[in-house]
């Protein structure tokens, strides 16, 4: 093939699978797996069926890294110097002059991806999306923290789930596990821990220089619009300080990310490693279950945070 068809070939892939967060993952592999056996598309095309998720909705942007250029051109007595990156629009002027060829030689990858990735697990009341301060997905997702917690003869008092967690927005209608893996994509996983009330108001202060995460229903605070923590209140009732509170979270926070350092403070973690306990399997677990109860999934924003001047 000519390298003009290389590229149509890659970022059709791209397009056409739908690639979502994994990209960088997909890279080093190919990289390393090519230096080692100089394999090239053929490398790509593996790699990015088994990374890959089939999105019902376009794909917005994704990351170019000049890989295609580096595959090109690189030969054994070649070394890599330098690595840099430019931001990709890749919408539907692409879909105007499709290239045959590219959809010839993808088709059968792109049928094993939709299989595994179109399956329906649910059916959304509405259009939800992740916004700080609050937002109805970020709802969701902390209660379906809370509601996992039977599964594991825990009863958390509430549920964190980190905004820079939640990667997409869902559609109203029928979700598959492509879409849920979307939204989910990291190999975050459900855990459990205990923060004195002290160290929950720092937590709390910690969200509220964030300008906000997502809480699980009975959680109320107030927070200035710079970041200032004014009140909080759990299921209608003042953070007493010498307390306990066993919070439901993802492994990824209760290790201290994405600014909530006291996380790492907390007690009598529990915190499985096996892959069943990531957190998009417990989201679908949940969607199918309203499923079989015939109820479409919902959240709503209801004053969890609000913003005083």
């Not at 990374?51 to 019902?56: F, I, K, L, P, R």
């Not at 290239?99 to 059916?123: C, R, T």
């Not at 879409?179 to 975050?188: K, M, Q, R, T």
């Not at 209760?254 to 069943?276: A, C, R, W, Y």
């Amino acid at each position: 093939m000519e390298n003009g068809l290389h590229y149509r070939i890659f970022f059709e892939l791209l397009t056409e699978s739908r690639i979502y967060m994994r990209l960088f993952y997909i890279f080093e592999e190919i990289i390393l797996k090519y230096l080692e056996k100089r394999q090239f598309f053929t490398e790509i095309l593996y790699l990015c069926t088994n990374y890959c998720t089939s999105m019902n909705h376009p794909l917005k942007t994704c990351m170019g890294i000049g890989l295609a250029t580096f595959l090109v051109a690189c030969s054994s007595h070649y070394q890599l110097t330098n690595v840099s990156h430019t931001r990709i629009v890749v919408d539907s002027r692409y879909d105007t002059a499709p290239d045959k060829e590219a959809a010839v030689f993808l088709a059968p990858y792109k049928q094993k991806v939709d299989s595994m990735m179109s399956p329906v697990v649910g059916i959304l009341a509405h259009d939800m999306a992740a916004n700080r301060p609050e937002s109805d997905l970020s709802n969701l997702l902390s209660d379906i923290l809370v509601w996992a917690g039977q599964s594991y003869n825990e009863q958390p008092a509430l549920g964190i789930y980190n905004m820079g967690g939640i990667r997409a927005a869902l559609t109203r209608g029928e979700v598959t596990y492509g879409d849920v893996l979307a939204v989910a994509p990291f190999e975050n996983k459900i855990c459990f821990l205990t923060l004195t009330g002290e160290k929950l108001l720092t937590l709390f202060q910690q969200i509220a220089a964030r300008g906000g995460e997502g809480l699980s229903h009975g959680v109320e605070l107030e927070i200035t619009a710079d970041g200032k923590l004014l009140s909080a209140h759990l299921h209608g009732k003042e953070i007493d300080p010498k307390a306990s509170y066993r919070i439901a979270t993802i492994d990824y926070l209760s290790q201290g990310n994405d600014g909530m350092t006291i996380f790492k403070e907390g007690t009598d973690l529990v915190s499985p490693h096996e892959e069943h306990n990531n957190t998009r399997f417990i989201i679908m677990d949940y969607f199918k279950k309203k499923t079989a109860q015939g109820e479409p999934i919902s959240a709503k924003v209801e004053g969890r945070i609000k913003v005083k001047n």
